[in-house]
């Protein structure tokens, strides 16, 4: 990637759990107003990246620059502060309390209630369905709507860049669709966007640049066309086919 500097810089990033080290100097740049999607198999550190990206875990070594400033060690709180807010796997709400509660948990930061108001209004907006279920506890949704508030809440506080985690993981092909449709607006309407995903075709149609990580080391990268034709890629996550790249979203 190149031009204007980049909305999100990792550099160099090493980082694991306990004594077992996941991240190896793993490397990745968004530019602003970009979906960027970051692809790979089971425990190559993608999740374990966006964790230290948002604060989650301490990286070892490395650095992660947030529009133009270092935030590498931050508490979470302060990165979501500064705009960079994670949605974590495992579509995971409080069930006793209603859509609406939920969704406002997003906005602790957020002092001001008419821009409380205006970002609810935002999410209800993009997910019409938590606006008619929303005095309604979420114990009751279904695993789309589930994601829906995660997504919502993750989007309260007004960020302007939103990293996603597996945002399509155990949702039905139809549910899958609506989800990457509203990433896609969301990210028309300005906001930054970076992407783990195991639905290598999808995340592919729908970012504009992509990275393969394995071994906690980003393996391959490139534009999103460039990755669909890429014969390793396609081999490993494609399943021997090709993306149709005519699809619309």
Request: charged share 20%; with cysteine; glycine share 12%.
């Amino acid at each position: 990637m190149s031009g204007a500097l980049p909305m999100l810089a990792i550099k160099d990033l090493a980082g694991g759990y306990g004594n077992v080290q996941i991240l190896n100097g793993a490397t990745l740049n968004v530019a602003r107003g970009q979906i960027v999607a970051l692809l790979g198999g089971n425990g190559t550190g993608k999740s374990t990246l966006l964790k230290a990206a948002s604060g989650l875990i301490k990286p070892w070594g490395g650095s992660i620059t947030f529009d133009g400033s270092r935030i590498d060690g931050m508490r979470p709180d302060a990165i979501v502060r500064r705009g960079l807010v994670q949605v974590t796997q495992g579509k995971e709400t409080f069930p006793g309390m209603t859509v609406e509660e939920n969704l406002l948990l997003g906005a602790y930061v957020v002092k001001d209630r008419a821009k409380r108001t205006t970002a609810l209004e935002r999410v209800y907006d993009y997910f019409p369905i938590l606006r008619d279920k929303r005095h309604q506890p979420s114990g009751g949704l279904s695993g789309g709507q589930l994601q829906m508030v995660c997504i919502g809440r993750g989007l309260m506080s007004s960020p302007s860049m939103i990293m996603l985690d597996e945002p399509s993981a155990a949702l039905a092909p139809q549910i899958v669709m609506g989800i990457f449709q509203t990433i896609h607006r969301i990210a028309r309407d300005g906001m930054t966007v970076l992407m783990v995903e195991q639905n290598v075709r999808m995340a592919l149609l729908l970012a504009s640049y992509g990275y393969v990580i394995k071994d906690g080391l980003i393996h391959i990268e490139g534009p999103s066309e460039q990755l669909i034709d890429d014969d390793n890629v396609r081999l490993s996550y494609l399943g021997g086919t090709v993306a149709n790249r005519e699809a619309k979203l």
